[in-house]
């Protein structure tokens, strides 16, 4: 079946600018994980919803940063006034509920704030 | 969740097992071994996980030290479609977020 996707793939934008990344889970799976991975580094957690409700957000670097989830389904990462330190690959996962539910990871969006 | 150390890179032969390192020293009874990898520019993608039995699946097998404090991820006929970034996590049973190290860059060569 079709897994996570994410889009867009490539974003580019200027320094101060509002951008949105979308995540589509695997159908059916109630969990949803975002990440955030550096160039050379490993993905760093950013927040998780489970369902509609954000149930961990400690992740976040800063109130610049939101994301929603309003159906259950699909979710979209907001960053505000960008900063060149945000530029990275911004990764979903998914998964059938919480837990130690296998996460299943899109292919990611690569953002890079000019 | 506990602290996992990785060797930084590995080669190993085409056709030949890659046996993958990892220290867990401080892991704790609830956490269990999780094995993802990361082809270059793709999401990571999950391997396998254990919490005190070996474990083998169609990608791989992993093997838990009876104490727990290591463990080793095994392909057993590496291809060159096995070079990435190997990441070895420990997760609690009730936890959610994934905590990635910096992983084992294992590259398989002709």
């Known amino acids: 079946g079709a897994g996570v996707s994410q889009t867009p793939s490539n974003k580019v934008t200027e320094k101060g600018k509002y951008v949105e990344l979308r995540c589509d889970p695997i159908s059916g799976h109630t969990a949803l994980y975002w990440y955030r991975q550096s160039l050379g580094q490993g993905p760093e957690f950013l927040i998780y919803f489970q369902g509609t409700g954000a149930a961990d957000d400690s992740g976040l670097p800063n109130d610049r940063f939101f994301a929603v989830r309003p159906e259950g389904s699909v979710s979209t990462l907001k960053i505000q006034r960008t900063e060149r330190g945000d530029s990275a690959v911004y990764l979903c996962?998914?998964?059938?509920?919480?837990?130690?539910?296998?996460?299943?990871f899109g292919p990611g969006t690569r953002l890079t704030v000019l | 969740d506990a602290k996992t150390t990785q060797p930084t890179s590995m080669d190993c032969a085409e056709g030949r097992a890659a046996n993958l390192p990892c220290n867990h020293s401080t892991i704790s009874g609830n956490e269990y071994v999780y094995w993802y990898r990361q082809i270059h520019s793709q999401g990571p993608q999950y391997i396998i996980h254990g919490l005190k039995n070996n474990e083998t699946n169609e990608m791989a097998s992993l093997i838990i030290t009876e104490d727990r404090k290591s463990s080793t991820l095994i392909l057993p006929h590496a291809t060159l479609r096995d070079t990435a970034v190997y990441y070895c996590i420990v997760r609690v049973s009730a936890g959610n977020m994934l905590t990635f190290g910096g992983g084992t860059r294992l590259m398989v060569k002709p």
């Open positions: 996962a998914s998964s059938l509920a919480s837990g130690t539910d296998t996460q299943y």
